[in-house]
């Protein structure tokens, strides 16, 4: 849970591990972070969750010594971002969210430039290079113009360079960001292989809650700069409220419809509404104000204020409603999009 | 110690589209050569004059190309997505730039050495080859040097090719602007004179054209000129070390 300000013990965590205290970051009026603090376990694999410009890749650049805190700190192996700045480089591997390369390379020269920037004997370097390439993929490949790779196939390559000096800590940002699936899960396989194998500590921020729901077994979730939730998912599932589950209800469509959700009980939270490709009917999800509300209930207020369910069923709350929940963001799920014809705010509770 | 120096490098003369530019360089070094020896009224000038003409247009095209090359060294990496992942690499920020800079010197070298069989062409029966080689040089490695460090210095801060490029050359424009653009009557007013004596680019100029065409070729006749030379460099180095103690990233950089 978020209660690190009582666990705190700065700068005396050693191995894998990342610790923050207070860290914030300014630019001009704008606090891209705001007062973080966060301890990270060596060998815990970490979802790092928020909306667009939440400070996730500011956060990251700071962890990794790329920028300067302006005020707090943190420490990676029990090394300070600031202080020991070029020790944690060689101990620290960066997927960013976008990587360039030089095209003129080849996968193998290109591995082996970094290998020799991090001063890795050539012996060592060329045998780690032929390892990676084979472990991403490339190996067949690996003698082609990086500028004729596909998406897919530089980011294979991106890792395969966060690799190259044998990082005790991993930063992703967006890692499988326009990876097909087979390239997702070949990723997530090598992270886990790797967490298994070295006890690699890997700090992952991602927008593909499936994918930080699979892989992570610590979840911070921040929003605007500041750390709002952090846990297990449990820990979180707890912290987002006293529901566990939600309530997929679909009616049949009619001028009153919305009306006549305004006239429900206030325990009854219509928390958003699922696009339905027959106009006929209309879908929302229901967040039961007090978790013990049974089916029955529900069915009998919707009844009460003339809605005719055609489905109902209820389902575990996972992490997207979690993150939804706790960043009180508009929804918009993959699947299911807001109807904006229908002027149905997200989360509206009637007081 | 020196693996970025080597990947700029090769980088530089990678393929013939990256080495196009000293083919180039020897292209215009053939011409003005040429030109100079040939040419009716080119060929009537003194041979002093000759290769000073030409020890300008070697001074002038690395300047030009050194500027344009390191202006863009620090920004096109940030454009192109790769500073991030070079920034993370164990090698302070101040030995990136210094690396990129060596490479920018190297090319120079390179240029200055194509050059001097054209300046021993050019002066070919008198006792000026080695006073142009040696000044050209001299004069040649200050000023590309001072250039280079304050284009890195530029690119770094405005982290945009297409701006540094323009401002680097917007500077070297101005400093060129005395020996090329101004009259001899402008030159000896009281602006001319001030700009003249703070401007290293005509003391490289006032100083190659007293040693080749009016032979004052002691150090110690040059030494006035030398000092704004050096002076500026180090000016220049300064700004250099500012701009490269830490680079930052931002936001989508």
Redesign the interface.
């Known amino acids: 849970m978020n209660d690190n300000t009582n666990s705190w013990c700065f700068g005396k965590i050693q191995d894998n591990s990342i610790s923050t205290l207070e860290l914030t970051k300014v630019y001009g009026n704008f606090r891209a972070v705001d007062s973080l603090t966060i301890d990270i376990r060596s060998g815990d694999i970490v979802g790092f969750l928020g909306p667009n410009g939440a400070g996730k890749t500011t956060t990251i650049r700071m962890l990794c010594g790329l920028i300067s805190p302006s005020k707090g700190n943190a420490m990676i192996a029990g090394l300070d971002v600031v202080k020991d700045n070029l020790e944690i480089r060689k101990i620290v591997g960066l997927l960013p969210e976008s990587s360039g390369f030089y095209s003129w390379m080849n996968a193998e020269e290109y591995l082996l430039h970094f290998a020799s920037l991090y001063k890795i004997e050539s012996h060592i370097a060329e045998s780690r290079t032929a390892a990676l390439l084979k472990k991403v993929g490339l190996a067949n490949k690996s003698f082609a113009p990086i500028s004729y790779y596909s998406r897919g196939m530089k980011q294979r390559l991106a890792l395969a360079r966060t690799l190259i000096n044998n990082p005790r800590i991993i930063f992703l940002d967006e890692p499988t960001l326009g990876l097909d699936p087979k390239g997702q899960q070949d990723i997530q396989e090598i992270l886990l292989e790797l967490n298994k194998s070295k006890n690699v500590t890997i700090f992952l921020s991602s927008h593909a809650i499936s994918e930080v729901s699979s892989l992570c077994n610590k979840i911070a979730i921040v929003n605007r700069g500041k750390l709002i939730a952090n846990g297990t998912i449990e820990e979180l599932r707890k912290l987002s409220g006293d529901s566990n589950d939600l309530v997929y209800i679909t009616v049949f469509n009619s001028q009153n419809t919305i009306y006549a959700l305004s006239k429900l009980p206030a325990d009854i939270v219509i928390r958003y509404k699922v696009n339905d490709t027959d106009r006929k009917f209309k879908t929302f999800v229901v967040d039961p104000k007090h978790g013990d509300i049974s089916l029955n209930e529900i069915m009998k207020s919707f009844d009460k204020v003339g809605l005719q369910i055609c489905e109902i069923r209820r389902v575990n709350i996972g992490l997207e409603e979690i993150f939804f929940k706790l960043t009180e963001k508009r929804r918009s799920k993959a699947n299911y999009n807001i109807n904006q014809q229908d002027d149905l705010p997200f989360g509206m509770e009637k007081q | 110690m020196l693996?970025?120096y080597r990947?700029e490098l090769f980088?530089s003369f990678?393929?013939w589209r990256?080495a196009a530019w000293i083919i180039g360089a020897s292209l215009i070094f053939s011409l003005v050569s040429y030109l100079l020896l040939t040419d009716k009224e080119l060929s009537l000038l003194d041979q002093g004059e000759m290769l000073f003409n030409l020890a300008e247009v070697i001074v002038a095209l690395g300047i030009i190309m050194s500027a344009a090359n390191a202006s863009s060294t620090i920004s096109s990496?940030i454009e192109?997505?790769?500073?991030?992942?070079?920034?993370?690499?164990?090698?302070?920020h101040k030995q990136i730039a210094l690396q990129k800079l060596y490479s920018i010197i190297t090319i120079w070298i390179f240029l200055y050495i194509v050059s001097i069989p054209y300046l021993i062409v050019v002066a070919s029966g008198t006792t000026l080859a080695l006073a142009a080689i040696v000044y050209t040089g001299v004069y040649g490695t200050l000023l590309i040097t001072g250039i280079s460090l304050i284009s890195i210095a530029i690119s770094a801060k405005l982290k945009s090719s297409k701006n540094s490029i323009m401002t680097i050359l917007m500077i070297v424009l101005i400093l060129l602007a005395p020996s090329i653009f101004f009259a001899s009557s402008l030159k000896k007013t009281n602006f001319g004179t001030i700009l003249e004596s703070i401007n290293p680019m005509s003391h490289a100029v006032n100083s190659l054209d007293s040693v080749l065409v009016d032979t004052e070729q002691s150090i110690f006749q040059q030494i006035d000129h030398i000092w704004p030379i050096v002076a500026f460099t180090l000016i220049c180095l300064l700004i250099f070390l500012v701009y490269t103690r830490?680079f930052?990233?931002?936001?989508s950089e």
């Open positions: 693996e970025l990947h980088g990678y393929s990256g990496e192109s997505g790769t500073f991030e992942s070079l920034l993370l690499v164990p090698i302070s830490r930052e990233i931002k936001g």
